[in-house]
């Protein structure tokens, strides 16, 4: 069975430096990968995923992950970080049966102005 | 398209009370996920259906929680009687075959149980 770990539950960053968030996931196959934000009181939002090919993907809101098969690792970046982005973001990894997804526990981000 | 739909978007309800969750998923999508969130037990998969019929409910926590799809725009979740642990935020979310399991979450119903 697959999983997916998120080492941080917190990180707090000053607006303007860059970001990593990392994840980790175990699974048996080539994986399809996601990471997800959820702001306040709302629901999760896809900010980017990953199937094949390029390993370094590009999302939405000016954030990249790079899909590193040997480390089973997919972190997140953004090279600058804005107050907006202070969310819980969570990582991904779908299985092919079923179109399941398993979540890693959440990473908050706080940002400090 | 509007996206998955819920409601109501803040349900408070006493104990013992029956509390009804409802759904609409993207048009066309064919799989539709429950799922709860909590402070201490995170994101949890409670049911999904594929094609209206429920295919894994292994996460459904008791049997005061039931769910169904009465057809292909709609679902609903269960919960009766409800108690004070029941508080949580609760998603759907749909998806489409061969989308690489990409999911589309809904914005959530948070349920209060006093």
């Known amino acids: 069975a697959q999983s997916v770990t998120q080492p941080d539950i917190h990180i707090t960053v000053s607006e303007g430096a860059s970001l990593e968030l990392r994840c980790n996931y175990s699974?048996?196959?080539?994986?399809?990968l996601f990471w997800y934000v959820q702001s306040p009181g709302q629901g999760l939002q896809l900010l980017l995923k990953y199937f094949s090919g390029d390993t370094l993907v590009q999302g939405i809101k000016g954030f990249e992950a790079e899909f590193k098969r040997s480390q089973s690792s997919f972190n997140l970046r953004k090279p600058s970080v804005h107050w907006s982005d202070a969310a819980e973001y969570f990582c991904?990894?779908?299985?092919?049966?079923?179109?399941?997804?398993?979540f890693g526990g959440g990473t908050r981000l706080m940002v400090k102005p | 398209d509007a996206g998955v739909i819920q409601s109501p978007r803040h349900e408070v309800t006493e104990m013992g009370q029956e509390v009804t969750l409802r759904c609409k998923p993207i048009?066309?999508?064919?799989?539709l996920f429950w799922y709860r969130q909590t402070m201490m037990r995170g994101l949890e998969l409670l049911i999904y259906f594929n094609n209206n019929v429920p295919i894994d409910d292994s996460g459904m926590p008791e049997d005061r929680f039931s769910a169904k799809m009465p057809n292909a725009s709609f679902s609903t979740l269960k919960i009766q009687p409800s108690e004070p642990r029941d508080s949580a935020v609760y998603f759907c979310?749909?998806?489409?075959?061969?989308?690489?399991?990409?999911?589309?979450f809904g914005p959530g119903t948070r349920l209060t149980v006093l």
């Open positions: 048009s066309g999508h064919d799989y």
């Open positions: 979310a749909s998806s489409l075959v061969g989308s690489y399991n990409e999911q589309f």
């Open positions: 991904a990894v779908g299985a092919n049966a079923g179109n399941m997804l398993t």
């Open positions: 699974y048996g196959a080539t994986p399809y």
